[in-house]
């Protein structure tokens, strides 16, 4: 089946066939004299070398110059006209012309060129104004609209086949396009994929960090504020074995926090307490340890949370007592859970020394260390102090409850 751009091709090898075939029949008449046939024959061949330079030899005029081809179509219609008059067989080379006006003239000038081939195939604009002769040229001026229509058509479907392969090639392009955007994507996702390995390392090692903060060096310091006790009570041999057994103890149990923050674990106390319980043997430890008196108050309902949170307010009590210990010179001190509705408040207060948060005193790596465990859960850290008044701590987290964990994972 021919394709719609193919026609170009067929109407423009379409004269030579009925050139050929017109010169056949009119070499074969006898009642045509030789000398007659001879002219005829060199006018038919002046035709054929006429059509094949102008049209055969420059493919691209038909296409793109509309002065060469409209001298080539009035030189083809003329020799068709002239060639017709000496032999009938010839109007089959005037009836070429309809669709030559399509391939060789461009838009409108086609239909031009149908007309004045109807013109020269009825004999001319008197022909029409004779009234014994204008009926006799009706069939060939009903061909001329039948070649105009369907020359129409045919221009409409290769503009329709045209308009196509453009929006293919517009869809080709796009997906050309597209594809070294995916390409882009791709390196830039390796990218990112880079830095989020780098953030993640930075980010574990600050988790680390905290986590040997909040256990091995608290429990190294303990240790040594025991030894230095137990130093200053050398002459009482009770008090040396007390202060050492509690070092042992502290020994073990840091030991025991290296290993489940190496795991990334949970904390010991949460591993399987409630935070409550978990928060109460931490006072009554600490109390114990630094012989200061100490309580913990629990308001709300108690629930189980996400473990990051009952962590992060774990650590974060730990820490306050810890700096109590290290720097308040506390009376006393209070520890409140609150559990409300939305958040999971934890309020560490004394009536030491107190400070000026505002000072170099209230950057330590300690408090620091906090803000960053709190902030990670979108939480916030308060301090309220001041010289001689004691100090506040206000830690405030997400109340996640625990079903976020099983439901993420």
Same mark, same amino acid.
């Given at each position: 089946?021919?394709?719609?751009?193919?026609?170009?091709?067929?109407?423009?090898?379409?004269? &030579?066939?009925?050139?050929? +075939?017109?010169? @056949?029949?009119?070499?074969?008449?006898? %009642?045509?004299?030789? =000398?007659?046939?001879?002219?005829?024959?060199?006018?038919?061949?002046?035709?054929?070398?006429?059509?094949?330079?102008?049209?055969?030899?420059?493919?691209?005029?038909?296409?793109?110059?509309?002065?060469?081809?409209?001298?080539?179509?009035?030189?083809?219609?003329?020799?068709?006209?002239?060639?017709?008059?000496? =032999?009938?067989?010839?109007?089959?080379?005037?009836?070429?012309?309809?669709?030559?006006?399509?391939?060789?003239?461009?838009?409108?000038?086609?239909?031009?060129?149908?007309?004045?081939?109807? &013109?020269?195939?009825?004999?001319?604009?008197?022909?029409?104004?004779?009234?014994?002769?204008?009926?006799?040229?009706?069939?060939?001026?009903?061909?001329?609209?039948?070649?105009?229509?369907?020359?129409?058509?045919?221009?409409?479907?290769?503009?329709?086949?045209?308009?196509?392969?453009?929006?293919?090639?517009?869809?080709?392009?796009?997906? #050309?396009? &597209?594809?070294? &955007?995916?390409?882009?994507?791709?390196?830039?996702? /390796?990218?990112?994929?880079?830095?989020?390995?780098?953030?993640?390392?930075?980010?574990?090692?600050?988790?680390?960090?905290?986590?040997?903060?909040?256990? +091995?060096?608290?429990?190294?310091?303990?240790? !040594?504020?025991?030894?230095?006790?137990?130093?200053?009570?050398?002459?009482?041999?009770?008090? !040396?074995?007390?202060?050492?057994?509690?070092?042992? %103890?502290?020994?073990?149990?840091?030991?025991?926090?290296?290993?489940?923050? #190496?795991?990334?674990?949970?904390?010991?106390?949460?591993?399987?307490?409630?935070?409550?319980?978990?928060?109460?043997?931490?006072?009554?430890?600490?109390?114990?340890? =630094?012989?200061?008196?100490?309580?913990?108050?629990?308001?709300?309902?108690?629930?189980? @949370?996400?473990?990051? +949170?009952?962590?992060?307010?774990?650590?974060?009590?730990?820490?306050?007592?810890?700096?109590?210990?290290?720097?308040?010179?506390? /009376?006393?001190?209070?520890?409140? @859970? %609150?559990?409300?509705?939305?958040? !999971?408040?934890?309020?560490?207060?004394?009536? /030491?020394?107190?400070?000026?948060?505002?000072?170099?005193? /209230?950057?330590?790596?300690?408090?620091?260390?906090?803000?960053?465990?709190?902030?990670? @859960?979108?939480?916030?850290?308060?301090?309220? %102090?001041?010289?001689?008044?004691?100090?506040?701590?206000? +830690?405030?987290?997400?109340?996640?409850?625990?079903?976020?964990?099983?439901?993420?994972?």
């Amino acid at each position: 089946m021919l394709r719609i751009h193919d026609w170009d091709r067929v109407w423009r090898a379409l004269p &030579l066939g009925f050139l050929g +075939v017109a010169t @056949l029949i009119a070499e074969a008449d006898p %009642s045509v004299p030789s =000398h007659d046939r001879a002219v005829t024959l060199a006018l038919a061949a002046a035709v054929a070398v006429w059509h094949w330079w102008m049209v055969l030899a420059h493919p691209d005029w038909p296409e793109r110059a509309l002065a060469p081809m409209a001298c080539y179509f009035a030189g083809l219609l003329a020799l068709a006209w002239v060639l017709s008059s000496r =032999h009938p067989a010839y109007g089959l080379l005037v009836f070429a012309c309809f669709p030559m006006a399509f391939a060789a003239l461009p838009g409108r000038y086609a239909y031009l060129g149908v007309a004045t081939t109807a &013109l020269v195939a009825v004999g001319g604009p008197s022909a029409l104004l004779d009234a014994e002769s204008s009926w006799q040229s009706v069939p060939m001026l009903t061909g001329a609209v039948l070649a105009a229509f369907i020359g129409w058509s045919i221009r409409a479907m290769e503009a329709e086949v045209e308009r196509r392969h453009a929006a293919n090639r517009a869809l080709e392009s796009a997906n #050309l396009r &597209l594809a070294r &955007l995916g390409e882009e994507n791709a390196e830039l996702q /390796g990218r990112l994929l880079a830095a989020a390995r780098q953030t993640g390392v930075a980010g574990e090692r600050g988790r680390l960090a905290r986590e040997f903060h909040d256990t +091995v060096a608290q429990g190294l310091v303990a240790i !040594v504020t025991q030894i230095e006790a137990a130093e200053e009570a050398v002459n009482d041999a009770d008090a !040396v074995r007390r202060r050492l057994a509690v070092v042992r %103890s502290l020994a073990r149990e840091s030991l025991a926090e290296v290993r489940r923050s #190496l795991d990334d674990l949970r904390p010991g106390p949460l591993a399987e307490t409630r935070l409550p319980e978990a928060l109460s043997a931490l006072v009554s430890g600490w109390s114990a340890t =630094h012989e200061l008196p100490a309580m913990l108050t629990v308001t709300g309902t108690a629930r189980l @949370l996400h473990p990051e +949170v009952e962590v992060t307010v774990y650590r974060a009590v730990q820490e306050a007592l810890a700096n109590v210990a290290r720097h308040a010179e506390a /009376g006393k001190t209070g520890v409140t @859970l %609150s559990y409300m509705e939305d958040v !999971v408040v934890a309020d560490i207060r004394d009536d /030491g020394v107190g400070f000026d948060p505002s000072g170099a005193g /209230g950057g330590g790596f300690g408090l620091t260390a906090m803000r960053q465990r709190v902030v990670r @859960l979108a939480g916030n850290v308060e301090v309220e %102090s001041a010289p001689g008044q004691g100090t506040a701590v206000s +830690v405030t987290v997400p109340a996640i409850p625990a079903e976020a964990e099983r439901e993420a994972t």
